[in-house]
């Protein structure tokens, strides 16, 4: 059993930065995707707890980190020099026993609420 529940949403200028952190219990693959405004949901980034790698996509690579507090239980999405087109509703999933990273949309066994990131121009 897994519960995901996401936190630090909110607005920003382009350039900016803001941290998402996803309370998660239980899960070998964790990741973020995003939704926005009529299209589809996308991963973003990935981490794998049982070894720590991790995986991003192409538009944010260099810009986020993902990492974790496993005292906390709680994962971090670091977003620097965000973009007008990271506006999004971003969520975070867990897949509870699968090894895949990047993750599928449908591999995922729990999603949050979602929380969202809009920037400004």
Do not use: H
Request: proline content about 3%.
């Amino acid at each position: 059993q897994s519960q995901v529940v996401e936190s630090g949403g909110g607005l920003v200028q382009s350039g900016g930065s803001l941290r998402l952190s996803c309370t998660v219990s239980g899960g070998n693959t964790i990741a973020w995707f995003r939704q926005a405004p009529g299209r589809g949901r996308e991963g973003v980034a990935c981490l794998k707890q049982y070894d720590g790698s991790t995986w991003y996509r192409d538009a944010v690579r260099g810009r986020f980190a993902i990492s974790r507090d496993a005292a906390e239980n709680t994962i971090y999405l670091q977003m620097n020099d965000l973009k007008p087109e990271d506006t999004a509703v971003y969520y975070c999933a867990a897949d509870v026993r699968g090894t895949s990273c990047p993750l599928g949309y449908y591999e995922v066994d729990f999603w949050g609420q979602g929380t969202p990131v809009n920037v400004s121009s």
